[in-house]
């Protein structure tokens, strides 16, 4: 994922202040490289065409959300817990039965949902057997107090933060 940002150091304050990537590669004021695990990089930070520049306008085509998966259900309440207190808000918040899902906006309006994914061993099934989801209320609550002892099977091919 690339994006482009109006402001490159409020960018960095929220995906590696807030959202806890780290910077791998950095272009001065203008680009950075940041990622979770130590990976080259998962997303891209830039300002080459935008600086300064404002949200994109509701009813235009563009990113709809960029999904940000988190290894278990403790590290998404930590993350829960630094939006909380970074008074980021949330647009929404999901449990989709297969996952739990935090939806928000990053400082330029850009859609982020960070999520968990439940072990397939408890995702919900029709009675014929097949994927069954939904969208439920979440319990912001029962994520904040979820330990460490939540655990994933999540796929390893999708960004993963500590």
């Excluded at 910077?23 to 940041?34: E, K, L, N, T």
């Excluded at 998962?42 to 404002?54: A, M, Q, V, Y």
């Excluded at 996952?99 to 072990?119: I, Q, T």
């Excluded at 994927?131 to 319990?139: E, F, G, P, S």
Aim: aromatic fraction near 10%; proline fraction near 5%; include cysteine.
């Amino acid at each position: 994922m690339h994006l482009k940002v109006s402001d490159l150091e409020r960018a960095l304050r929220f995906y590696c202040g807030v959202l806890g990537f780290e910077v791998m590669q950095r272009f001065g004021d203008s680009a950075a490289f940041i990622s979770a695990g130590g990976y080259h990089h998962h997303i891209g930070l830039n300002t080459w065409e935008s600086r300064g520049g404002t949200d994109a306008p509701p009813g235009h085509t563009g990113l709809y959300h960029l999904a940000i998966l988190y290894p278990t259900r403790f590290s998404l309440g930590d993350a829960l817990r630094r939006l909380r207190d970074a008074e980021v808000p949330l647009d929404g918040a999901a449990d989709h039965g297969v996952s739990e899902a935090l939806y928000l906006r990053d400082p330029d309006g850009n859609g982020v949902e960070l999520y968990w994914d439940r072990p397939r061993t408890e995702w919900p099934t029709d009675g014929d057997g097949g994927l069954a989801m939904y969208t439920r209320a979440l319990d912001l609550r029962a994520l904040l107090n979820a330990t460490s002892e939540d655990v994933s099977d999540a796929a390893h091919n999708q960004i993963v933060l500590p």
